[in-house]
C-alpha cells in the first residue's frame, strides 16, 4: 500500500506538472512616445587679448603698432556686430583715443585692418563696428593698434582700457 501511494503521488505531480506545461502562456506589449523637444535661444559669449604697444619712443621716426585679437562666439545663424567704445582716458572719444599716466596722455588709435586706415569704433564720428553672422565656430577679429610717431609726453607707464561690446 505504500508502494502504491507513492506511485499515485508520484502519478499525481506529474499530471499538475503537464498541466501547467501545456497552458499556453499569455503575454502581450504596449509602447508610447516621448515628445522631446527643445527650443535653442541666440546666445554669445566674447573674449578678448591685451594690446601691448610695450616700449615707446618719440624719437622714432615711426608709429609704434601692435595687435590684439577679439574672438565672438555665437549659435548658429546669430547675426551680431562687435563695438569699441572711446575708453576709459577721460576725454577720449572712439575717434580720438588715449592712454593716461596720472595727467599725462598718449595718443593711439584702434583699426579694422593692417592698413591703418579704417578706425574701428562704435560706429560714430566716422568709425565703424565689426560683425557678421554666426556659423556657431568662434570667429576672430584683429585688432590693429598704432601709437603715433613723435609723441613727446612724460616718461611712464600709460594704460587705457576699451569696452568690446558685442549686440546679438
Not at 22 to 39: D, E, F, G, K
Not at 147 to 167: E, I, K, M, R
Amino acid at each position: 500500500m505504500i508502494r502504491f501511494r507513492s506511485l499515485y503521488l508520484g502519478a499525481a505531480a506529474g499530471a499538475l506538472v503537464a498541466a501547467l506545461s501545456a497552458t499556453p502562456a499569455i503575454s502581450s506589449t504596449t509602447t508610447t512616445t516621448i515628445a522631446v523637444s527643445a527650443t535653442a535661444l541666440s546666445s554669445c559669449v566674447v573674449a578678448a587679448t591685451p594690446l601691448a604697444f610695450g616700449s615707446y619712443s618719440a624719437a622714432t621716426s615711426t608709429p609704434t603698432d601692435a595687435t590684439s585679437t577679439v574672438t565672438a562666439t555665437c549659435t548658429s545663424g546669430t547675426p551680431y556686430t562687435l563695438a569699441l567704445d572711446a575708453g576709459s582716458t577721460t576725454g577720449s572719444t572712439v575717434a580720438a583715443r588715449a592712454m593716461a599716466n596720472g595727467a599725462a596722455k598718449m595718443d593711439y588709435a584702434l583699426y579694422t585692418t593692417s592698413g591703418h586706415t579704417t578706425i574701428w569704433g562704435d560706429g560714430t564720428n566716422s568709425t565703424v563696428t565689426q560683425g557678421a553672422t554666426s556659423a556657431g565656430l568662434p570667429a576672430v577679429y584683429t585688432v590693429y593698434g598704432r601709437v603715433p610717431a613723435n609723441q613727446y609726453v612724460s616718461t611712464g607707464a600709460y594704460s587705457d582700457l576699451v569696452t568690446v561690446t558685442l549686440t546679438y
